[in-house]
């Protein structure tokens, strides 16, 4: 059997080609362009039958299993639901060592492996990590994730969880730059609101620090995985300011303030494969993976009217339902999802049925996915006639009769937001780094169900 090759994951979330090419022509970016100028490339293409949606996609490629068959169907879904193996699972039952680092269904942590380490997803249920000295972070940022919806919130974060990071940051590996940075940032804020927006990506720096800290190149895990989505979350929101021409009815000349936005948070990518780069150098066995499983394009609404719906207070919303707070409690979700835990299955149902039966004049109002004794909700985009009547019908689990509710009393909101925005493609990237591994920028077609036994080839795991 050949000799075990380190394989090391970079999963940039939803980075499509087209994206990747306006900033590989950058000088500005130039770790990103020696990477991709030493890679072999691919263009991994989702299966037809798989929602595209990150925690749907990312598991097709962790498992090699289309959705249909894996059975992951939202955030915060019982991991006793899901079907097929993770491809860190199959490194762990040959005995090897593993680090994971926010990969999409990685919780609950587990036994990474006397060289491993394991920091679940932002969604997870609890803040357990291996090391538990990570554990103030991701309390943290689990915190942030509660707090904040589709855009971040101006406050600094949950205090008491603020607090236990502020007093494990030198055990955490968070480099002074770092601080600096944030810093610059909150005084940045005050100057120029609309800096706000480049702090998503600091979520992604705060855990790079941390990676780097647990990850040596001279003796890393056989496989490591790194998961961010700071970039996909600036190209929902700012898709137009990287590409205005998919948007001609804005005009040619119409402002691009979050430019910069999107730059910095490509810039964070930059430096992640610089650091990617020194591994490689240290090891030469270490094979580097930069991989998005699907990609984002241009998107525009035929009926579009201008504004974005969102559950903002789910606890609201099921007191409208008639639902008591000791029957549920919250799950984690991106929006427009929200998520919840109800273990009593016959309460579940009707809370299921109460919401899909809510409707404004034009449409049914919510969608309800129960998987395990989880419940999923996704809130659609309303008429902006809808909208203006300012309500919606609404009945209770008691079967109590059907009334109007008003959208804020029942936790949601409407959402003003501009045109300009891109959304999911099937399309992703892979790309290979590493020694012997010729440079090749064919991106031959890769089905994202044959990423997993692909990976483990490239680990010499057969």
């Known amino acids: ?38 890679a072999e490339t691919f263009t991994t293409h989702t299966a037809p039958t798989d929602v ?28 006793a639901t899901f079907r097929g193996t993770p491809i860190w699972d199959e490194f762990r039952a040959r005995g090897l060592d593993v680090g994971v680092c926010g990969s999409l269904q990685s919780w609950p942590p587990r036994d990474p492996g006397p060289g491993g380490f394991w920091i679940p997803d932002t969604f ?18 689990l915190g942030l994730v509660q707090e904040n919806g589709r ?30 940075s944030i810093a610059r940032q909150l005084a940045g804020e005050r100057r120029d609101p609309k800096r706000i927006a480049r702090r998503t990506t600091f979520q992604t720096i705060l855990f790079w620090d941390v990676f780097r800290k647990l990850y040596d190149p001279a003796r890393p895990p056989a496989f490591t995985t790194f998961f961010t989505n700071h970039v996909a979350t600036q190209m929902h929101r700012h898709w137009n300011q990287v590409f205005p021409e998919d948007f001609e009815e804005l005009g040619a ?3 691009t303030p979050h430019r910069e936005t999107v730059d910095f948070a490509m ?54 339902c008639g639902m008591r707070r000791d029957q549920w ?49 996704t809130i659609h985009v309303p008429k902006l006639s809808d909208i203006e009547r300012g309500t919606f ?4 689990v008691d079967g109590g009769p059907v009334r109007e509710v008003r959208f804020e009393s029942a936790g949601c909101s409407m959402l003003a937001v501009e045109t300009g925005t891109g959304h999911h493609m099937p399309e992703g990237i892979l790309a290979v780094h590493g020694q012997g591994i010729p440079p090749n920028d064919a991106r031959k077609d890769l089905q994202a169900t044959d990423a997993k036994r692909f990976l483990m080839e490239l680990a010499n795991l057969h």
């Open 267 to 320: 810039s964070v990518t930059d430096d992640i494969l610089r650091d990617a780069l020194s591994f490689a150098r240290a090891n030469p066995d270490l094979r580097v993976v930069f991989a998005t499983s699907m990609g984002q394009h241009a998107v525009r609404y035929e009926h579009y009217e201008g504004y974005e719906a969102a559950v903002n207070d789910l606890g609201r919303l099921l007191d409208a």
């Open 393 to 396: 019908q609404l009945g209770t």
């Open 253 to 255: 000349s119409a402002p």
């Open 151 to 180: 855009v971040p919130n101006p406050g600094v974060g949950p205090k008491r969880a603020l607090l236990g990071l502020a007093l494990s940051l030198p055990r955490l590996g968070i480099r002074p730059r770092t601080v600096l």
């Open 52 to 79: 595209l949606q990150p925690w749907t996609t990312w598991p097709s490629f962790h498992r090699g299993l289309s959705q249909v068959d894996h059975g992951i169907h939202h955030l915060s879904q019982d991991p």
């Open 1 to 38: 059997m050949s000799a075990l090759k380190p394989v090391l994951l970079l999963e940039i979330n939803e980075i499509p080609w087209r994206f990747l090419e306006r900033y590989l022509a950058d000088p500005r970016f130039p770790n990103l362009r020696a990477f991709f100028a030493g």
């Open 124 to 141: 997870a249920r609890d803040a357990r990590c291996i090391p538990s000295f990570a554990e103030p972070l991701q309390a943290f940022n």
């Open 329 to 377: 409690s919250p799950a984690l979700a991106m929006v427009p999802q929200v998520a919840l835990v109800c273990p009593d299955a016959a309460m579940r149902a009707r809370l299921a049925s109460v919401l899909r039966a809510a409707s404004v004049p034009s449409k049914q109002l919510f969608y309800a996915e129960e998987v395990g004794e989880t419940l999923s909700v």
